[in-house]
């Protein structure tokens, strides 16, 4: 990326602040005195959406009528976050913005809070697709993010008076919505089920019902790029085609019914993210916003055209699907070519094929999407004929290049048997030109396990593109002190769009008036959160302890399980005097992570997280030295509070099961150092940074295979660290269920029993590493020595890198002149 330095403004305050006075005026029709926070919210987004304007008007001409090629970035999550202060920042208006809102009255913090989160993903794939479009548009790259716009987001987060999790619906369009732009000229026609006949020797599907998907575009600025791409989210609407037969006998309810049910495709956000439950509605939602989007790609490349060129289409735009949910695209287009627009079979095929990639973001074999297919016959009937047809042709293929049975077999698209199913997973490597993971380790497992039969017959499919995060919301926006003293150390603020320009800082690692600065920095960030979560949670976080801080999604292979033995085993050594209470290094350690609703083990972690914490905070006995925080509903906006005041940061999933991880990213480039283990990107991270500056424990991949080999035996472990069965023997007795020994029996017998992700093994070298931590941590200076070396070595995790990486090795493309 070519750097840039911070955008000028494009108005001074005085302007901006007429311009706010304008809104309120026409839009909202208050008075300044009137005007609410949320009032000045909305009428400075749609200030700033002005201008926006003339960008955005001209990339999208520039998208169709220049001879780049574009980005569809097919993806059923984007985790946007809030909108109003990105946009400032990539605009240039942020100090222009909090001086004209004070000048009106009113608190710029407040203001920015009143914009609701729009929580459209449930973790990391759907926060890592809303970093690559911010990059794409910060390069210059004609893109466009398609996905669906569902009227509840991923579920609120509560806990109950036990500590239960507890799921509420995420209305977030309850409030006016200044950011996206419903387009009804520009809908697309989306049908389902129904059947194929045969006429005139063409197949012709008549399908049974139809709905309207109706596009709300988002603008997604660059950074300085003057470039702003559209990120287009499908909403489903229903049409105004009553069913006459039904209506005649004035069964009116009746009548509407179909309608009615056509708008659920939108509503809600599947919060499983790992376990995808092959529903009906689900399917019908990857359909919707694949179908709405390939055609929207064919009315916006070849505008006003009955009779387009479409073997030109590959040239025109290149779709990345993320992860399997867009999968069905490829049957679609097929679909498209051959029924609609006449092309043949190979044709099709080769355009099809030049068209898609695919992303996969995981390694856990229950997370590849499977789907039936009397499902798909049912739902999609042309497209299951299409999908056989595929695999018939894949199979001949593949006669061609092995003679081994069993492996062609194994590569069947459509399973054989009594329920024969469609691996997606499958279909998305035969059907697109380059597969990817997500970090070096995930694409190697990949090609060595996962997708093994497919790398071996088609090797130069596969490739590899670590992940990355947007410098811009989350070191810029998420941390403003940090930033200022990063531009202060390299003596400019380029990093911004060359975040490499980090390693700069290196040398200042031994120059103790920027460590200490460094130090500071940190310190006021860890003041700032404590008063953030007082605020917000009503907790009391003391900032004179070290913040440790364990965030993501819950998961068994993730590991929170291990993080909280760790903790009730150290909290029973500071209760026993096992440890000298002089010796304790006073710690607060914060949780935030979401679990699936259906997922039982997943929530009994939490209320134990949650009951560890009661028992702690009120134990006067560790008061001062030991404290645990679980602030509810984890989201894009809590990740920006916490992740610039933690100075440990947890990443200790079973090696071999995290993909790659992004939230490592955003903490080491916050100055956090990183407990974990060789999985996902923290084996690059540990790279980079140097050994000596990560804290590294427990087995490797080839231990965890080899111990699963010799027949896993966790009991063992819990005999041998007296550490382990202290901590496990103090939640079956009920230290944290008031006595009650059966609440977390099934976690307990699990562990002892089971423990599929190996928690126990991994316990004492994850016990141990405690004592380095803290050593190092009693030692300040040291500690941030490593910490800035952290910042100055992670640059490579930048999404910029990431989009650089898939236009020179996927997609073949690059910005607009
Ligand atoms: O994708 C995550 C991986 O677990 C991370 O290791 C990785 O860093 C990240 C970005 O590549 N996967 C993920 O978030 N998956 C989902 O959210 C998901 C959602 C719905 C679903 C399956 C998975 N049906």
């Not at 019902?209 to 603008?219: E, T």
Request: net charge negative; aromatic share 10%.
């Amino acid at each position: 990326m070519t750097e840039q330095t911070a955008p000028k403004s494009p108005v001074t305050t005085e302007q901006f602040i007429e311009e706010i006075k304008e809104q309120l005026k026409y839009n909202q029709g208050v008075t300044v005195e009137q005007a609410t926070d949320a009032d000045i919210y909305v009428a400075s987004s749609l200030a700033v959406r002005r201008h926006l304007m003339d960008s955005w008007t001209t990339t999208q001409k520039d998208t169709v009528e220049g001879n780049t090629k574009a980005v569809g970035y097919l993806s059923a999550e984007f985790l946007m976050g809030k909108q109003l202060r990105n946009a400032l920042l990539n605009l240039g208006m942020l100090s222009e913005f909090d001086d004209a809102v004070k000048a009106l009255g009113h608190d710029p913090q407040l203001v920015v809070d009143a914009e609701y989160e729009p929580g459209l993903g449930n973790g990391g794939l759907g926060r890592l697709a809303a970093c690559f479009i911010d990059s794409l548009a910060s390069l210059g790259v004609p893109a466009f993010g398609y996905g669906i716009q569902y009227k509840y987001g991923i579920f609120k987060q509560e806990f109950d008076a036990e500590g239960k999790q507890v799921e509420r619906p995420d209305y977030w369009l309850a409030n006016e919505e200044p950011w996206g732009h419903i387009d009804y000229n520009r809908s697309q026609k989306v049908s389902f089920g129904g059947s194929v006949v045969e006429e005139d020797g063409k197949k012709v599907w008549k399908p049974a019902w139809s709905v309207r998907a109706v596009p709300v575009d988002y603008m997604v600025p660059g950074y300085a790029s003057g470039r702003v791409n559209t990120l287009r989210l499908w909403s489903a609407k229903s049409y105004d085609e009553f069913d006459l037969l039904t209506f005649n006998k004035s069964e009116y309810l009746d009548a509407v019914k179909p309608q009615v049910e056509a708008e659920n495709i939108s509503k809600i956000l599947y919060p499983e993210d790992s376990t995808p439950q092959g529903k009906r509605l689900r399917l019908e939602q990857q359909y919707f916003f694949v179908a709405a989007s390939l055609h929207d790609a064919i009315r916006v490349f070849y505008p006003g055209q009955d009779k387009p060129d479409l073997t030109t289409f590959p040239n025109k735009i290149t779709f990345q699907l993320n992860d399997t949910h867009p999968v069905i695209g490829i049957p679609e287009l097929m679909r498209i070519l051959i029924d609609e627009y006449g092309y043949d079979w190979n044709t099709a095929w080769d355009i099809t094929t030049k068209t898609f990639n695919y992303t996969c973001h995981t390694l856990l074999p229950e997370a590849l999407e499977v789907w039936p297919v009397d499902l798909i016959s049912e739902l999609l009937p042309r497209h299951m004929q299409i999908i056989n047809e595929i695999n018939d042709h894949f199979l001949e293929e593949l006669k061609g290049l092995t003679r081994d049975k069993e492996r062609i077999n194994r590569m069947r698209i459509v399973t054989e048997g009594d329920y024969p199913q469609v691996r997606m997973a499958y279909l998305a490597t035969a059907g697109g030109s380059h597969v990817n993971g997500v970090a070096e380790l995930h694409s190697q497992l990949l090609k060595d396990v996962t997708l093994r039969d497919f790398s071996d017959l088609f090797p130069k499919k596969f490739t590899n593109v670590t992940n990355g995060v947007t410098p811009r919301r989350f070191i810029r926006l998420a941390n403003p002190r940090l930033s200022a003293l990063i531009t202060e150390g390299l003596g400019t603020d380029k990093w911004l769009s060359d975040l490499e320009l980090l390693q700069g800082l290196a040398p200042l690692a031994n120059d103790d008036e920027f460590v200490k600065k460094f130090a500071e920095v940190k310190h006021a960030n860890k003041v700032a959160f404590a008063n953030f979560a007082k605020d917000r949670y009503g907790f009391d976080a003391n900032p004179d302890t070290m913040f440790n801080t364990m965030v993501k999604r819950l998961h068994e292979y993730k590991r929170q399980s291990l993080k909280i033995l760790a903790l009730i085993a150290r909290y029973a050594a500071i209760k026993n005097g096992t440890i000298n209470a002089d010796d304790v290094l006073p710690r607060t350690v914060f949780f935030g992570a979401k679990a699936a609703p259906g997922y039982y083990m997943a929530k009994l972690t939490i209320q134990l997280i949650n009951n560890v914490a009661r028992v702690v905070n009120n134990d006067p006995d560790v008061k001062g030295k030991l404290a645990v925080h679980f602030p509810a509903n984890y989201n894009v906006r809590l990740a920006q509070h916490l992740i610039p005041a933690t100075e440990l940061d947890e990443q200790i999933s079973q090696a071999g099961k995290e993909a790659s991880g992004t939230g490592n990213m955003k903490f080491a480039l916050n100055g956090a150092l990183t407990v974990g283990t060789l999985d996902g990107a923290n084996v690059e991270i540990r790279e980079r940074v140097g050994a000596e500056n990560f804290f590294l424990f427990g087995m490797t991949v080839d231990e965890v295979d080899a111990l699963y080999e010799e027949g896993y035996n966790p009991a063992k472990y819990y005999e041998a660290d007296p550490r382990l069965k202290m901590a496990i023997d103090m939640i079956s007795n009920g230290t944290f269920s008031d006595g009650d020994r059966n609440t977390y029996a099934p976690l307990v017998a699990d562990w002892l029993t089971k423990d599929y992700f190996m928690t126990l093994a991994d316990f004492t070298s994850y016990a141990d590493i405690q004592y380095q931590i803290e050593d190092l941590y009693r030692n300040p200076m040291e500690w941030n020595r490593k910490a800035i070396l952290n910042v100055a070595n992670t640059g490579f995790f930048s999404s910029d890198r990431s989009m650089e990486d898939y236009l020179e090795r996927i997609w073949h493309t690059g910005p607009l002149a």
